[in-house]
C-alpha cells in the first residue's frame, strides 16, 4: 500500500524475489516508498535514478527490488536502507522516514495503535512488531484511543516477545496456542519438556531479565533516550482522512508515556537501567559494566 501497487501478481512477484535474494520486504518496501516520495519532491532525480520513480508503476518496483540486491545503479543507494539515504540526500528527507533506531516499521501505525507508539519508541532492535506486538491492539476489547495503560502493555508484551524469541516460538502459535501475554500456560509447557519447576513470576522475570541485558547492551553502545523517539510524520502528521482520522503520537504524549515506562521498568529518567534493577535481575557483572 505505501507504493500505490495493487497488482497483485507483482506483489506475490516482490515477495518471491526478496525471499530469492535474501532481503527484508519490509525494510526494502519502506525504503522504495521512502525513494519514490523523495522523488516527488525534487530530492532524488531522473538523472541520478536512471529512470522516473512513480508511485503505482509495478514494472519499476520489481526491477529496483534487483537492482538493491546487486547494488546496480541507484539500487546501490537503495541497498544502504532509507535512513542512510536520508543522510545523504540531507535536506526534508528525514522528515518523510519511516523508521526508529535505523530499522523501516511495518503496516502497524504508530498514529492509531498507541501500544505501538510507546513499543516502537522502546524497542531494542528498532521500528519491528516483534517487541510489543500488535495482535492484541487490534481486538474489540482494546481501547486505542488514549494513552492509558499503554506503557503498561508494553512492558508486559515485551517480556512475552522475548521469552518467545529464546523459546524460537513462531508468534502466531504463541499468540493463537498459549496466549499473546505470559499466563500459566506458558511455564506449563516449559516445564513439560525441561523438568524444571518455574512458576509464571519466575518465566516473567526471565523476560524481564532478557529486555534489561539488551536494553544495557544498547545503552553501553550509545544507543539510549536520545533514540526512543518516533518518525517526525508519526509525530506531527494526524491521520488525513477516514475513521482515524486527526490522530498521531505527538511529542509531548511520546514522552509522558516514556516517563511512565522508564518508571515501571525501574530505569533512570534517562532510560538507563539501574544498578539495583539489574542486581536484583541477576546481571550484577553487567551493572558494574555500565557504572
Same mark, same amino acid.
Given at each position: 500500500?505505501?507504493?500505490?501497487?495493487?497488482?497483485?501478481?507483482?506483489? &506475490?512477484?516482490?515477495?518471491?524475489?526478496?525471499?530469492?535474494?535474501?532481503?527484508? +520486504?519490509?525494510?526494502?518496501? &519502506?525504503?522504495?516508498?521512502?525513494?519514490?516520495?523523495?522523488?516527488?519532491?525534487?530530492?532524488?532525480?531522473?538523472?541520478?535514478?536512471?529512470?522516473?520513480?512513480?508511485?503505482?508503476?509495478? @514494472?519499476?518496483?520489481?526491477?529496483?527490488? *534487483?537492482?538493491?540486491?546487486? @547494488?546496480?545503479?541507484?539500487?546501490?543507494?537503495?541497498?544502504?536502507?532509507?535512513?542512510?539515504? =536520508?543522510?545523504?540526500?540531507?535536506?526534508?528527507?528525514?522528515?518523510?522516514?519511516?523508521?526508529?533506531?535505523? $530499522?523501516?516499521?511495518? =503496516?502497524?501505525?504508530?498514529?492509531?495503535?498507541?501500544?505501538?507508539?510507546?513499543?516502537?519508541? +522502546?524497542?531494542?532492535?528498532?521500528?519491528?512488531?516483534?517487541?510489543?506486538?500488535?495482535?492484541?491492539?487490534?481486538?474489540?476489547?482494546?481501547?486505542?484511543?488514549? &494513552?492509558?495503560?499503554?506503557? *503498561?502493555?508494553?512492558?508486559?508484551?515485551?517480556?512475552?516477545?522475548? &521469552?518467545?524469541?529464546? $523459546?524460537?516460538?513462531?508468534?502466531?502459535?504463541?499468540?493463537?496456542?498459549?496466549?499473546?501475554?505470559?499466563?500459566?500456560?506458558?511455564?506449563?509447557?516449559?516445564?513439560?519438556? +525441561?523438568?524444571?519447576?518455574?512458576?509464571?513470576?519466575?518465566? *516473567?522475570?526471565?523476560?524481564?531479565?532478557?529486555?534489561?541485558?539488551?536494553?544495557?547492551?544498547?545503552?553501553?553502545?550509545?544507543?539510549?533516550?536520545?533514540?526512543?523517539?518516533?518518525?517526525?510524520?508519526?509525530?506531527?502528521?494526524?491521520?488525513?482522512?477516514?475513521?482515524?482520522?486527526?490522530?498521531?503520537?505527538?511529542?509531548?504524549?511520546?514522552?509522558?508515556?516514556?516517563?511512565?515506562?522508564?518508571?515501571?521498568?525501574?530505569?533512570?529518567?534517562?532510560?538507563?537501567? +539501574?544498578?539495583?534493577?539489574?542486581?536484583?535481575?541477576?546481571?550484577?557483572?553487567? =551493572?558494574?559494566? $555500565?557504572?
Amino acid at each position: 500500500p505505501m507504493l500505490d501497487n495493487d497488482n497483485k501478481g507483482s506483489i &506475490v512477484k516482490a515477495n518471491e524475489l526478496c525471499d530469492q535474494l535474501g532481503v527484508d +520486504t519490509i525494510s526494502l518496501g &519502506v525504503t522504495l516508498s521512502f525513494a519514490f516520495e523523495c522523488f516527488e519532491k525534487g530530492l532524488l532525480t531522473p538523472e541520478r535514478c536512471g529512470r522516473e520513480l512513480n508511485f503505482g508503476d509495478y @514494472r519499476t518496483i520489481l526491477e529496483l527490488i *534487483e537492482d538493491a540486491a546487486h @547494488r546496480r545503479g541507484i539500487g546501490d543507494l537503495l541497498a544502504e536502507g532509507s535512513v542512510r539515504m =536520508a543522510e545523504q540526500l540531507g535536506g526534508e528527507a528525514s522528515r518523510y522516514l519511516y523508521a526508529v533506531k535505523g $530499522l523501516e516499521m511495518p =503496516a502497524h501505525s504508530a498514529r492509531v495503535l498507541k501500544g505501538m507508539s510507546i513499543g516502537y519508541a +522502546t524497542s531494542t532492535r528498532g521500528g519491528s512488531h516483534h517487541d510489543t506486538r500488535p495482535t492484541l491492539q487490534y481486538g474489540t476489547d482494546h481501547d486505542n484511543m488514549t &494513552v492509558d495503560g499503554k506503557p *503498561e502493555f508494553a512492558v508486559q508484551n515485551q517480556h512475552f516477545t522475548a &521469552v518467545g524469541d529464546s $523459546l524460537t516460538q513462531c508468534r502466531f502459535v504463541s499468540e493463537r496456542g498459549f496466549g499473546g501475554m505470559l499466563n500459566e500456560h506458558y511455564p506449563r509447557m516449559i516445564n513439560a519438556v +525441561t523438568g524444571w519447576q518455574l512458576s509464571l513470576d519466575d518465566v *516473567e522475570r526471565i523476560g524481564e531479565r532478557i529486555w534489561n541485558l539488551e536494553r544495557a547492551f544498547n545503552v553501553r553502545e550509545g544507543i539510549g533516550y536520545e533514540q526512543d523517539v518516533l518518525p517526525y510524520r508519526v509525530m506531527h502528521e494526524p491521520v488525513p482522512d477516514g475513521m482515524h482520522q486527526g490522530m498521531h503520537c505527538p511529542p509531548e504524549e511520546l514522552q509522558s508515556m516514556l516517563a511512565q515506562y522508564y518508571t515501571l521498568r525501574g530505569w533512570t529518567p534517562e532510560g538507563v537501567p +539501574t544498578p539495583d534493577r539489574l542486581t536484583h535481575l541477576g546481571l550484577s557483572s553487567v =551493572a558494574e559494566e $555500565l557504572a
